[in-house]
């Protein structure tokens, strides 16, 4: 099983809505990644996760809340959202940390905030 | 992290090879190559990966310079399916992330 899978596909919120992405692999990989992708722009890093701890935190804002409860599963949730925070969220994972490892990625969650 | 540099866009036709260029002047003697590539609608998906060698699998191939400073991504008989965005990443040995660039936009001609 290859495969890291993401809940929900699409997602509408308002701004003042509290909800939750969720991001699942059975690959028995240890590392774990989200990403934002803004339309017709490449995927930027969010947050890194390894050994279920929180390992980058690429200075974004506290309305996006990552959890990683255990190693199989990453959560991010999301509150007070802005209109400009619509995007696809991306969720990845890694055997390990390294340079050298494959980073296998899941479909993504489709955001958009009214 | 080291820059790669990449055309925008380039087109192919179906049935026929495809070479992606890639460049990376600035490429430190750890840093790995990484090709993903993104369909329409679909998270990125990894293609290859190198050091210093050239590389083969199911997908493509990896053709790396002698001096490490470029590579290419070889598609060897196009698809429709092939029509993505290919990003050639760079990552060093004790890297925790991957930096996308803008990549290039293949498309293929039926």
């Known amino acids: 099983d290859t495969e890291v899978t993401q809940t929900p596909k699409h997602l509408v919120m308002g701004m003042t809505n509290k909800k939750s992405l969720k991001c699942e692999q059975h690959?028995?990989?240890?590392?774990m990644y989200w990403y934002k992708q803004k339309a017709k722009k490449p995927p930027e890093l969010m947050f890194v996760?390894?050994?279920?701890?929180?390992?980058i935190n690429e200075s974004v804002p506290s309305r996006f809340s990552p959890e990683c409860p255990n190693s199989s599963l990453l959560n991010l949730h999301l509150h007070a959202l802005q209109p400009e925070d619509s995007a696809l969220y991306l969720c990845?994972?890694?055997?390990?940390?390294?340079?050298?490892?494959?980073?296998?990625f899941g479909p993504g969650t489709r955001l958009l905030v009214l | 992290d080291a820059k790669t540099t990449q055309p925008n866009s380039m087109e192919s036709n179906e049935e026929e090879p495809v070479h992606l260029p890639c460049n990376h002047s600035?490429?430190?003697?750890?840093?790995?190559i990484h090709w993903y590539r993104q369909l329409p609608s679909q998270g990125p998906e990894y293609v290859i990966h190198?050091?210093?060698s050239n590389v083969n699998n199911r997908m493509a191939s990896l053709a790396i310079a002698e001096d490490r400073k470029s590579s290419t991504l070889i598609l060897h008989r196009a698809t429709l399916r092939d029509a993505a965005v290919y990003y050639c990443?760079?990552?060093?040995?004790?890297?925790?992330?991957?930096?996308f660039g803008q990549g290039t936009r293949l498309t293929i001609n039926p």
């Open positions: 190198g050091l210093t």
């Open positions: 990443i760079l990552s060093f040995q004790g890297a925790q992330k991957l930096v």
């Open positions: 600035t490429i430190s003697g750890t840093d790995y």
């Open positions: 996760y390894s050994y279920e701890k929180l390992s």
């Open positions: 990845a994972s890694s055997p390990t940390l390294g340079g050298w490892e494959t980073q296998y």
């Open positions: 690959m028995g990989h240890r590392a």
